[in-house]
């Protein structure tokens, strides 16, 4: 069974998704995943072809048949969100497919149609197969779909004796980063020295210890404020937690991205060390 790697942060812009890219290229015989299915953008790094498509469907509306309906107004008068308006004709906006109006319809005239929520993909990539996803505009259900990707990539790292499954997971600890969390073998919360950041990195460190779950962090930008640094190495202490390493700021990581290219590829990014033996002492640790 391929190991499972999971990189996360509490908040967004830690720089999770460029230490994903580069354990994506540091890693060999593996499965790359984009997890954070609402702002997916780690294909901009891994420059993904030859995509299979597959429609996701997140959730369901209500229509009604007119030519069944009796105009009882039961529906209309029973809609917590007013998505039925006095043509009996519901709005796909307002509805929130909860059924309520299917289950009371006396003659049967309301059916609950699946509704396409976004995509998903299996794509090739110099790196290894990559699978990702794009949720719709203001969709929900995030957290199904991170589960759908999850599975996925299992079943091809199981078809294919893969040993790994890097996964670049979403920020925060809503229902998308539980669903990311799952059944992995280690998390890797990337934070940086602010205020915010080390705060919101606790915040998904106790979620990921009360699923039990293995945790090295990453201190991304650890020059900008000596003292949070310290900081957070002394709350790891604390917790027994490894700090796996310390990522000094560097303007070439911007100019990485703007390349497309992942750290480790990127020529003048100069502390490719530092992710590596990030990523050896995670393996150690799995093993």
């Known amino acids: 069974m391929a190991k499972q790697i999971v990189i996360v942060s509490g908040k967004g812009g830690t720089g999770k998704t460029v230490i994903s890219g580069a354990f994506s290229t540091i890693a060999k015989n593996k499965v790359i995943v984009d997890a954070d299915v609402d702002a997916a953008d780690l294909f901009l790094l891994l420059n993904p072809t030859n995509s299979k498509v597959t429609k996701f469907s997140g959730g369901k509306k ?13 529906c209309k008068n029973n809609c917590h969100f007013d998505a039925i308006d006095e ?60 589960s759908l990707v999850k599975q996925k990539a299992i079943e091809i790292a199981k078809a294919n004796k893969s040993d790994w499954i ?24 990337v934070t940086e020295p602010t205020l915010s950041g080390f705060h919101d990195a606790k915040r998904v460190i106790e979620l990921a210890n009360h699923f039990k779950l293995l945790v090295k962090v990453i201190i991304n930008k650890c020059d900008l404020n000596q003292l949070i640094t310290e900081e957070i190495e002394r709350y790891c202490i604390d917790n027994q937690i490894e700090v796996v390493g310390k990522i000094k700021y560097d303007e070439t990581v911007i100019q990485s991205i ?12 100069g502390q490719k060390d530092v992710l590596l033996n990030a990523w050896n002492k995670i393996v150690a640790a799995i093993n």
Do not use: R
């Open 258 to 269: 703007v390349n497309g290219q992942t750290l480790m590829d990127y020529q003048v990014f």
């Open 62 to 74: 209500a229509v009604i048949d007119l030519g069944k309906c009796v105009k009882c107004e039961k």
């Open 166 to 189: 890097i996964i670049d997971g979403p920020p925060g600890i809503g229902c998308p980063a539980i669903a990311a969390l799952g059944h992995t073998d280690c998390v890797v919360v």
């Open 87 to 146: 043509d009996f004709i519901i709005d796909e906006i307002q509805c929130e497919g909860c059924g309520l109006c299917a289950g009371i319809c006396l003659s049967g005239a309301i059916s609950m149609i699946p509704v396409d929520s976004g995509e998903w993909y299996i794509s090739e990539t110099v790196y290894g197969i990559f699978v990702h996803a794009k949720l719709g505009i203001a969709e929900e259900n995030s957290g199904k779909l991170v």
